[in-house]
């Protein structure tokens, strides 16, 4: 992985702004290895969940997951005010491992996924939940028509 | 000294220092308004010869109306020059980390301080502040309405909070486009957030005045909105409805069946092609990492925040819904409807017509860095190595500012038009005609607006350079044909990109020579005799 950040495009550009600025240290290494982290994380960003199309789940996901975004969201901040350290760690490993070793992306995206809409699903509004499943329901039926 | 004196001063330096060099060079927008504003001060009307307007037209567009009258009050003090024309958003842009801090302080955040320092210094903020964009100024009445709507709530009977309010509200409408979609939803949000307080309140005292002050600020736009396309116009040219690779997938009423008029209709596909707009936003790399779009795409640049802010709105985040009922109501309005306005545009994830959701992260900090006093009995140590880093990450944004940004987006920002401008002027006599190209750039294809630039540093009149037949000048707007200008004007000067003249051209004729900032050459001098 190391040497594929070192050789990429993006490497390529920081060795242009590393002559440019002179800052050797900074350039050459700190930043390229920030931009993996990043990478990382990138993974996990939640248009990638919430909308743009997953390979194994296709885009059916997408327009349930408009609805339930803005619950994720909530869901998120929820979790984290009694941080579950365990699942960050497990999470950032997740992460970090699918970056290094793309076979094992499809696990990490399903794992993800399910994380997600766990997340998701428990904040949604008891009261409105027939009004999700009739939603479901149709993007659903739009997969198989359409 | 006091916190508040400490933010502003802080805020003056990141938006004051070195203030005309950058952003590297005047931009169009930049030029416009500082003309317009000319026009008003000196003879009343703008350079369409509109007397007063309430919508500036523009080429291709209308500008709002406050950021040309505040520029046009600047150029009374200062007399017109690249830094009067900066000054007014640069000082507002200063002015709203102080309002930042006082709506924390009114919402009783423990460390309201820290919103204004928030603003004071992150990248989104300081950037725009500094080349004259009338967001900030549309930022700055939407935060000044939004901090005296609280005080109104939190006072009993201080209804001069509200009128405040409400004018500032409007006023924010008035200053930038991406408003009139944020303050009526905000509004509507701040009503149903306070509902409770706003009923105790006694209506009698207050209703009708707010009632006229709205009036005073609707009728005219709902008047400009229906008499004049300049409100229309520019909803219609940045809609997102305008993608010509999303709407020739629109069936624009053609459904082949009930199915797909059911399942595949227009509106979904519109709601479809919105989310994902929308979500996008919702991006931290766009947040954290790439989203001020100073470099090109992968290259190393910097979000709309510091990356050293992601752990402080991490921990901000994670105690959002810990805060007071109608505390962590208002936030997560701002949270959702922040972004909202962009998400219309064409654009995907635009610092600038997002910038309204800068409110949210700013009201965020406070409460990420009190948890993050909180998390350890050993907070000084936390707190100064997130201070290492931060200051290291400031140091990296004026490297980028400063140095990258500059050296590649040099074209983009029109550089060299204000050289050519004042070589035009001041070398005009010794030629019949001066002839100045309004299509420039190296590896890509820009076009300017010349005679705006001649405008503003000659201090003519843009449309006098326009019309070839104009006797008041012999400086015109024009590309060159060479092969037939050169025989037809004997005593000539043609300023134009390099590729605007032939492969074999005769290179002795070319008196002078321009550089963008990245080396690459921008204008040449050619003269015909």
């Known amino acids: ?146 | 000294m006091n916190k508040l004196l400490i933010i502003f001063i802080i805020a003056l330096v990141f938006r004051f220092w070195n203030l005309t060099s950058f952003p590297v060079h005047f931009s169009m927008d930049e030029v416009a308004v500082g003309v317009a504003a000319r026009e008003i001060l000196n003879k009343g009307v703008d350079e369409w010869g509109q007397h007063l307007p309430l919508a500036f037209e523009s080429v291709g567009d209308y500008k709002p109306p406050v950021n040309v009258y505040l520029t046009a009050i600047s150029y009374a003090i200062f007399g017109m020059s690249e830094f009067a024309t900066r000054f007014p958003v640069a000082l507002i842009g200063s002015l709203t980390a102080l309002v930042l801090a006082l709506i924390a302080r009114e919402l009783k955040l423990t460390y309201w301080w820290f919103a204004g320092i928030f603003i004071a210094i992150v990248p989104w903020h300081v950037h725009f502040s500094r080349a004259t964009f009338g967001a900030i100024i549309g930022l700055f009445f939407a935060s000044v309405g939004l901090l005296y709507f609280i005080k109104w709530i939190n006072s009993k009977s201080a209804h001069r909070n509200l009128y405040i309010s409400l004018s500032a509200l409007s006023l924010s409408v008035w200053a930038y486009h991406s408003y009139r979609v944020f303050i009526p939803i905000l509004s509507l949000a701040l009503i149903y957030i306070y509902k409770r307080d706003i009923v105790q309140k006694n209506a009698k005292q207050y209703v009708f005045k707010a009632i006229c002050i709205l009036a005073f600020f609707a009728i005219p736009f709902i008047f400009l909105t229906i008499t004049t396309p300049a409100i229309s116009e520019r909803a219609a040219a940045t809609s997102f409805m305008r993608d010509a690779a999303f709407t020739n997938n629109l069936h624009k009423g053609n459904y082949t069946g009930v199915v797909e008029y059911i399942f595949d209709n227009d509106m979904y596909l519109i709601f479809r092609e919105w989310s994902g707009k929308y979500i996008n936003y919702f991006d931290p790399r766009f947040l954290f990492w790439k989203g001020m779009q100073f470099t090109p795409p992968n290259f190393p640049g910097i979000g709309v925040m510091y990356a050293a802010s992601f752990p402080i709105m991490l921990l901000g985040f994670s105690r959002m819904l810990t805060q007071k009922k109608q505390t962590r109501q208002l936030l997560l309005a701002l949270l959702f409807l922040g972004p909202l306005p962009a998400t219309f545009s064409i654009n995907e994830q635009h610092p600038l017509r997002s910038l309204s959701w800068i409110l949210f992260f700013a009201l965020l900090a406070p409460i990420g860095f009190a948890y993050l006093k909180k998390l350890n009995k050993k907070y000084h140590i936390l707190i100064a190595a997130w201070m290492i880093l931060l200051v290291f990450n400031i140091a990296y944004f004026k490297n980028i500012y400063t140095i990258q940004f500059p050296n590649v987006y040099s074209a983009p920002w029109q550089y060299g038009y204000e050289q050519v401008s004042r070589y035009a002027c001041q070398n005009k006599d010794n030629y019949d005609q001066v002839f100045i190209s309004e299509s420039f750039g190296a590896d890509e294809y820009f076009t300017s607006l010349p005679q705006y630039y001649l405008a503003f540093y000659c201090g003519t009149h843009p449309f006098d350079h326009t019309n070839l037949q104009n006797k008041n000048t012999n400086i015109f707007i024009k590309r060159p044909l060479w092969e037939v200008d050169k025989d037809n004007y004997k005593n000539a000067l043609f300023i134009a990109a390099p590729w605007d003249f032939p492969e074999d051209f005769d290179t002795s004729k070319i008196i002078k020579k321009l550089y963008f900032l990245d080396g690459k050459e921008s204008f040449w001098f050619v003269e015909t005799k």
């Open chain 1, 1 to 146: 992985m190391i040497n594929q950040i070192f050789t990429s495009p993006y490497m390529q550009a920081v060795e242009y702004m590393r002559f440019i600025s002179g800052s050797r240290i900074f350039y050459n290494k700190l930043l390229p290895l920030l931009n993996a982290f990043v990478d990382a994380i990138q993974f996990a960003r939640p248009h990638r969940f919430f909308y743009e199309s997953l390979p194994p789940i296709t885009h059916t996901v997408e327009l349930v997951a408009v609805i339930l975004f803005p619950f994720f969201i909530i869901g998120c901040s929820k979790l984290l005010s009694n941080i579950n350290y365990r699942l960050v760690i497990i999470l950032m490993i997740l992460l970090v491992a699918a970056f290094i070793f793309p076979m094992i992306e499809l696990i990490t995206t399903i794992i993800l996924v399910a994380i997600y809409y766990k997340i998701a699903l428990t904040h949604f509004p008891r009261k409105h939940r027939k009004l999700l499943l009739i939603y479901i329901a149709f993007i659903v039926v739009r997969e198989i028509v359409i």
